[in-house]
C-alpha cells in the first residue's frame, strides 16, 4: 500500500489517478488484498504485484492504478463468518458512494480494465457465499461502464508439501475464483496455479530468500528485525509475479485481456552468470524488465567462498545500490534501462564475464511457467531465525503508552472526560457509524513486527471490533468491560515500517467502536510525531528512554518526576495507582520526596499514576514497575 496509504489518503489518490487519465488511452485498475497493494518505503524489500505494475505498460497507451488494500477481503471481515460483522472490498473501496470514498466504480470510463483478485483474507473473514454475492455486484458495476474485468486466483504462500507439490493454503477460494470466471463469462488468470508452478521451478530456498519477503536486518538497514513472511512478497517477487501475469495477458484467450499486449512497454533481458560456476549457494536467475523497473541481484555464497563482488556487462564492478537501504554487499539494485545486459557475481578465483549480445528488446515471450526443471534440485531450506507473521506471538511488554483523546485527524467523533478511569486527557469516542475513525501520526525506528495494545471502554452487550489500519488492515476484538468507565486492553501483532506512519483506528460497523483511551507499542523508541520525535533514529542502537519523564500537564518547575519506577514529590500530594483495567490498585498520601512505586503494589507490571495536590490533578505517564 508509496509514502501515502492508498486507503484513506483519497485527496492524494485522486490527483494522482487524474493526471495519467487525461493522455492514456485506457486504465487498468488492480484490486487486491496486502499481496497486490503498494507497502511503503520504511517496510523494503516489501512489496505488492501492484506497485510497479506501472511499469509493464506504456504511460501514452495504459495507466496503471493500484487499489489493492491490505487486509481486506472481498466478501465482508468480521470473526462471524456471515460477512454482517464488517464490511468488505466492494462495499469500503468500490461500488458507487463506497464507505471511504474515492470509490472505484465512479472513475472507471468505456474501455477500462478492472483485475480483481481476492480470497486469502476471504478465508477468515467471510463466506464462499458472501464472497460470490460482491464478486457478482462488483463484475457487474464493471460492465456497466464499458469497462472490462478480469478475476485472478490468488497467489499460494510459501508452504511446500513436497518438491513438487505447493500446499493450498487458501481452500475453496482459488477454485470459487474460477468457477465464477465461468459462470459470468469473465476473462480469468490461474495465479494460483501459475505461482504453485513456478515455486517448483525453482525450489523452497530460492522462493523463501528470492520471492517472498524474507529478510535479515544484515541486509537491510530499515528493518528492526528479519522477517520471515510467508505471505507477502519482496520486490523481486513481487515483479516475478507481475511478469507471470503479464505473459498471460498477452497469450489470453480472450481477445480483448490480449490486447493489453499492445499496450506493453519494450522489455530488455537481464543475463545473471556466476563465476567460478558452483561458488553460489543460489543466485537470481536471469529475467527481463521494463525500463525504469527496479532489478534486485542477489548471490548467496557457499561455505568457505569469498565474494568479490558484483560486475556489470562490461566487467566493470558495480558502484553502490541504488536503494539506499540496502547494505548487504551480496545484494545489487539498479534501474532498468533502455537495452538488454548482462551482470556477474564474482567469487574468488573467478572473473567478469562480458556482455556479448546486442541489447535488443525482446520480441518474444513466455507463455506458461514449467513444473519443473531438470537442473533444479530440491533441497529441504531451513528458514532464518523469526516468525511468520502469522505466529508473532502478542508482547504485553509495552514500552510506552501514548493519550488517544486528541486524534491528529479523525471522522465523526468526539474528545470527552465524562466517564472516569481514562490515564490520559480524557478519552476518544468514536460516532456509531463505520465511518468513523481516529488517526494518530506516529514514527517507529525500524521495520519489524510489534504488539499493539489499545486501551478501551465497551459499555455495551457485544464486541465492538475494530480495524487498527497500518498499511494493512489488522481486525481487533473489544469485548464489553462491564461499563464505559470500565477499562481493558486489546492487542495485536502489527507489520510496522521504518520511519512515519499513520495509525488508523476505524469503526467496522453502525455500532461504532470503543472508546480510546491510549494506545502504545511493545518496543522502543517509537513517538508520536504531535509530541515531537528525533531527527533521526537509528534502529541499530538502544534507544530506551532512560531519561526523567515529567508528568503531563506538570509545569517543568513543579517538582513532580518520574524516572522508571521511582516517583519524586517537592511536596505532600495525594498518589493513585491504576492497574491496565482502570481498577485503582492504591492510594496513598505521600510526603515530599521519593516514592518507591514497586512498594505500593504487589505484582510487577505497567501502571497509571495519577499525582493531585490540592485542587489540582496531574496525572503521569505510564510507569512500569519490575
Given at each position: 500500500?508509496?509514502?501515502?496509504?492508498?486507503?484513506w489518503?483519497s485527496?492524494?489518490?485522486?490527483?494522482?489517478?487524474?493526471?495519467?487519465?487525461?493522455?492514456?488511452?485506457?486504465?487498468?485498475?488492480?484490486c487486491?488484498?496486502?499481496?497486490?497493494?503498494?507497502w511503503?518505503?520504511?517496510?523494503?524489500?516489501?512489496?505488492?504485484?501492484?506497485?510497479?505494475?506501472?511499469?509493464?505498460?506504456?504511460?501514452?497507451?495504459?495507466?496503471?492504478?493500484?487499489?489493492?488494500?491490505?487486509?481486506?477481503?472481498?466478501?465482508?471481515?468480521?470473526?462471524?463468518?456471515?460477512?454482517?460483522t464488517?464490511?468488505?472490498?466492494?462495499?469500503?473501496?468500490?461500488?458507487?458512494?463506497?464507505?471511504?470514498?474515492?470509490?472505484?466504480?465512479?472513475?472507471?470510463?468505456?474501455?477500462?480494465?478492472?483485475?480483481?483478485?481476492?480470497g486469502?483474507?476471504?478465508?477468515?473473514?467471510?463466506?464462499?457465499?458472501?464472497?460470490?454475492?460482491?464478486?457478482?455486484?462488483?463484475?457487474?458495476?464493471?460492465?456497466?461502464?464499458?469497462?472490462?474485468?478480469?478475476?485472478?486466483?490468488?497467489?499460494?504462500?510459501?508452504?511446500?508439501?513436497?518438491?513438487?507439490?505447493?500446499h493450498n493454503?487458501?481452500?475453496?477460494?482459488?477454485?470459487?475464483?474460477?468457477?465464477?470466471?465461468?459462470?459470468?463469462?469473465?476473462?480469468?488468470?490461474?495465479?494460483?496455479?501459475?505461482?504453485?508452478?513456478?515455486?517448483?521451478?525453482?525450489?523452497?530456498?530460492?522462493?523463501?530468500?528470492?520471492?517472498f519477503?524474507?529478510?535479515t536486518?544484515?541486509?537491510?538497514?530499515?528493518?528492526?528485525?528479519?522477517?520471515?513472511?510467508?505471505?507477502?512478497?519482496q520486490?523481486?517477487?513481487?515483479?516475478?509475479?507481475?511478469?507471470?501475469?503479464?505473459?498471460?495477458?498477452?497469450?489470453?484467450?480472450?481477445?480483448?485481456?490480449?490486447?493489453?499486449?499492445?499496450?506493453?512497454?519494450p522489455?530488455?533481458?537481464?543475463?545473471v552468470?556466476?563465476?567460478?560456476?558452483?561458488?553460489?549457494?543460489?543466485?537470481?536467475?536471469n529475467?527481463?524488465?521494463?525500463?525504469?523497473?527496479t532489478?534486485m541481484l542477489?548471490?548467496?555464497?557457499?561455505?568457505?567462498?569469498?565474494?568479490?563482488?558484483?560486475?556489470?556487462?562490461?566487467?566493470?564492478?558495480?558502484?553502490?545500490?541504488?536503494r539506499?537501504?540496502?547494505?548487504?554487499?551480496?545484494?545489487?539494485?539498479?534501474?532498468?534501462?533502455?537495452?538488454?545486459?548482462?551482470?556477474?557475481?564474482?567469487?574468488?578465483?573467478?572473473?567478469?564475464?562480458?556482455?556479448?549480445?546486442?541489447?535488443?528488446?525482446l520480441?518474444?515471450?513466455p507463455?506458461?511457467?514449467?513444473?519443473s526443471?531438470?537442473?533444479?534440485?530440491?533441497?529441504?531450506?531451513?528458514?532464518i531465525?523469526?516468525?511468520?507473521?502469522?505466529?508473532?506471538?502478542?508482547?504485553?511488554?509495552?514500552?510506552?503508552?501514548f493519550?488517544?483523546?486528541?486524534?491528529?485527524?479523525?471522522?465523526?467523533?468526539?474528545?470527552?472526560n465524562?466517564?472516569?478511569?481514562?490515564?490520559?486527557?480524557?478519552?476518544y469516542?468514536?460516532?456509531n457509524?463505520?465511518?468513523?475513525?481516529?488517526?494518530?501520526?506516529v514514527?517507529?525506528?525500524?521495520?519489524?513486527?510489534?504488539?499493539?495494545?489499545?486501551?478501551?471502554?465497551?459499555?455495551?452487550?457485544?464486541?465492538?471490533?475494530?480495524?487498527a489500519?497500518?498499511?494493512?488492515d489488522?481486525?481487533?476484538?473489544a469485548?464489553?468491560?462491564?461499563g464505559?468507565?470500565?477499562?481493558?486492553?486489546?492487542?495485536?501483532v502489527?507489520?510496522?515500517?521504518?520511519?512515519?506512519?499513520?495509525?488508523?483506528?476505524?469503526?467496522?460497523?453502525?455500532?461504532?467502536?470503543?472508546?480510546?483511551?491510549?494506545?502504545?507499542?511493545?518496543?522502543?523508541?517509537?513517538?508520536?510525531?504531535?509530541?515531537?520525535?528525533?531527527?533521526?533514529?537509528?534502529?541499530?542502537?538502544?534507544?530506551?528512554?532512560?531519561?526523567?519523564?515529567?508528568?503531563?500537564?506538570?509545569?517543568?518547575?513543579?517538582?513532580?518526576q518520574?524516572?522508571?519506577?521511582?516517583?519524586?514529590?517537592s511536596?505532600?500530594?495525594?498518589?493513585s495507582v491504576?492497574?491496565m483495567?482502570?481498577?485503582?490498585v492504591?492510594?496513598?498520601v505521600?510526603?515530599?520526596?521519593?516514592?518507591?512505586?514497586?512498594?505500593?503494589?504487589?505484582?510487577?507490571?505497567l501502571y497509571?499514576?495519577?499525582?493531585?495536590?490540592?485542587?489540582?490533578?496531574?496525572?503521569?505517564?505510564?510507569?512500569?514497575?519490575?
Open positions: 500500500m508509496g509514502a501515502f496509504s492508498k486507503i489518503q485527496a492524494v489518490i485522486a490527483s494522482m489517478v487524474v493526471a495519467p487519465l487525461t493522455w492514456s488511452a485506457v486504465t487498468i485498475y488492480m487486491g488484498d496486502s499481496t497486490m497493494q503498494d511503503a518505503e520504511g517496510y523494503y524489500p516489501k512489496q505488492g504485484q501492484g506497485q510497479d505494475f506501472h511499469f509493464w505498460f506504456d504511460p501514452t497507451k495504459a495507466a496503471v492504478v493500484n487499489r489493492g488494500q491490505g487486509g481486506m477481503s472481498l466478501g465482508g471481515g468480521g470473526k462471524a463468518k456471515d460477512g454482517s464488517a464490511v468488505g472490498y466492494y462495499d469500503m473501496f468500490f461500488k458507487k458512494g463506497c464507505s471511504n470514498g474515492n470509490c472505484i466504480a465512479e472513475k472507471l470510463k468505456a474501455g477500462d480494465y478492472v483485475v480483481i483478485q481476492f486469502i483474507n476471504d478465508v477468515n473473514y467471510s463466506t464462499e457465499d458472501f464472497f460470490a454475492s460482491n464478486m457478482k455486484k462488483m463484475v457487474s458495476d464493471v460492465r456497466a461502464k464499458g469497462a472490462y474485468p478480469i478475476i485472478m486466483s490468488p497467489i499460494r504462500r510459501l508452504y511446500y508439501d513436497s518438491p513438487t507439490q505447493i493454503s487458501y481452500r475453496g477460494y482459488p477454485a470459487l475464483n474460477k468457477s465464477l470466471a465461468e459462470e459470468l463469462n469473465v476473462p480469468f488468470i490461474d495465479m494460483s496455479e501459475m505461482v504453485a508452478n513456478y515455486m517448483i521451478s525453482v525450489g523452497e530456498q530460492y522462493a523463501a530468500q528470492f520471492i519477503n524474507y529478510a536486518k544484515a541486509e537491510y538497514s530499515n528493518l528492526g528485525s528479519d522477517q520471515t513472511d510467508q505471505v507477502h512478497l520486490m523481486n517477487g513481487a515483479n516475478a509475479f507481475g511478469r507471470i501475469i503479464t505473459e498471460q495477458m498477452r497469450a489470453h484467450s480472450d481477445p480483448i485481456v490480449k490486447k493489453l499486449g499492445d499496450y506493453m512497454a522489455m530488455y533481458q537481464v543475463d552468470k556466476v563465476s567460478p560456476e558452483g561458488a553460489a549457494e543460489a543466485t537470481s536467475i529475467a527481463y524488465y521494463p525500463q525504469g523497473m532489478v542477489k548471490t548467496i555464497p557457499k561455505s568457505g567462498k569469498k565474494f568479490l563482488g558484483w560486475y556489470d556487462g562490461n566487467g566493470n564492478k558495480v558502484g553502490a545500490p541504488s539506499s537501504n540496502v547494505k548487504s554487499p551480496y545484494i545489487h539494485t539498479f534501474v532498468m534501462g533502455s537495452a538488454s545486459t548482462q551482470f556477474t557475481a564474482v567469487y574468488e578465483g573467478g572473473t567478469a564475464q562480458k556482455y556479448t549480445g546486442d541489447g535488443a528488446a520480441t518474444a515471450f507463455t506458461t511457467t514449467p513444473k526443471l531438470d537442473d533444479v534440485t530440491f533441497v529441504p531450506f531451513t528458514p531465525e523469526g516468525s511468520t507473521q502469522d505466529t508473532v506471538k502478542i508482547d504485553k511488554g509495552i514500552k510506552k503508552f493519550d488517544a483523546s486528541t486524534p491528529d485527524t479523525a471522522g465523526i467523533g468526539w474528545t470527552q465524562e466517564w472516569t478511569g481514562f490515564t490520559g486527557e480524557g478519552y469516542n468514536l460516532d457509524t463505520n465511518a468513523s475513525f481516529a488517526a494518530y501520526k514514527k517507529f525506528p525500524g521495520a519489524g513486527y510489534v504488539t499493539l495494545a489499545v486501551r478501551y471502554a465497551n459499555g455495551g452487550s457485544s464486541d465492538r471490533m475494530f480495524n489500519y497500518l498499511d494493512h489488522y481486525l481487533v476484538s469485548p464489553p468491560t462491564g464505559w468507565d470500565k477499562w481493558d486492553t486489546a492487542y495485536v502489527m507489520d510496522a515500517p521504518q520511519g512515519e506512519a499513520e495509525l488508523k483506528i476505524m469503526s467496522l460497523t453502525s455500532d461504532g467502536a470503543p472508546n480510546l483511551d491510549a494506545f502504545g507499542f511493545s518496543i522502543d523508541g517509537v513517538c508520536r510525531v504531535s509530541e515531537g520525535c528525533p531527527e533521526v533514529q537509528d534502529s541499530t542502537k538502544d534507544t530506551t528512554d532512560t531519561s526523567t519523564t515529567v508528568l503531563r500537564g506538570v509545569a517543568a518547575n513543579a517538582g513532580v518520574l524516572r522508571g519506577d521511582m516517583l519524586s514529590l511536596g505532600n500530594s495525594d498518589v491504576f492497574d483495567r482502570g481498577r485503582l492504591v492510594r496513598k505521600a510526603t515530599a520526596g521519593e516514592v518507591n512505586l514497586s512498594s505500593l503494589v504487589r505484582a510487577n507490571g497509571r499514576v495519577v499525582i493531585r495536590d490540592g485542587g489540582s490533578k496531574f496525572i503521569a505517564t505510564w510507569a512500569k514497575v519490575r
